[in-house]
């Protein structure tokens, strides 16, 4: 296991009740991220549980790039994020095509890179679309992240599997109801 691996394992998982403030450092730190990579951003969307009003949460507001396909993070691109505070984490593994920077100074945030409206962004704007209208989905996803951090209180890849299954689920759900109608839109 990678340096950077230990460092994400070493950090508590915290759920905390939805903050409205989240959504104000979203809107900060695009303006941020838009100014310094602005030669290859198409949109920045907030996403993932932070993006929900009323969804309990990690702390840490998670942002979507999306950059025209084919084009590629650079060097530049990389060090001008590093002057704002994010480390840059390379590509995503499991997703590949997703590049991932993270912040955990004060404000913690993520970024993720991706092409726009590539299967990557679609998907979590869809996941957060479909949340954004489904109160009891909000109430049981809360309930398996909190079971989540109980059962891996010191490791953020053990919460992120305990609740993989349910997510995929959810996903499934969150595709049928955008294929009975048009509900892609934020």
């Keep these: 296991m990678s340096p950077k691996q230990n460092k994400v394992e070493e950090t508590e ?3 905390v009740p939805y903050d409205s403030s989240w959504s104000i450092l979203f809107e900060q730190e695009a303006d941020r991220i838009r100014n310094v990579i602005s030669d290859i951003v198409m949109s ?11 969804l309990e949460a990690k702390p840490i507001v998670d942002i979507l790039v999306g950059t025209p396909l084919g ?9 001008a994020l590093a002057k704002l505070k994010y480390e840059f984490l390379r590509e995503d593994g499991r997703r590949p095509g997703r590049y991932f920077f993270r912040k955990r100074e004060s404000n913690p945030c993520n970024i993720s890179i991706v092409p726009f409206d590539g299967d990557l962004w679609r998907d979590n704007i869809l996941f957060r679309n479909y949340l954004r209208v ?11 992240k909190r079971e989540a951090a109980q059962a891996s209180p010191d490791s953020f890849l053990g919460y992120q599997n305990y609740k993989r299954s349910f997510v995929e689920e959810m ?11 048009d509900n892609t839109q934020g």
């Design 13 to 15: 998982v915290r759920v």
């Design 44 to 54: 920045i969307e907030h996403f993932g549980s932070t993006s929900v009003p009323g």
């Design 71 to 79: 084009v590629h993070l650079n060097d530049a691109h990389i060090e």
């Design 134 to 144: 489904h109160p009891d989905e909000v109430r049981r996803y809360a309930a398996i």
């Design 171 to 181: 996903k499934e759900r969150a595709r049928a109801w955008t294929a009975s109608s």
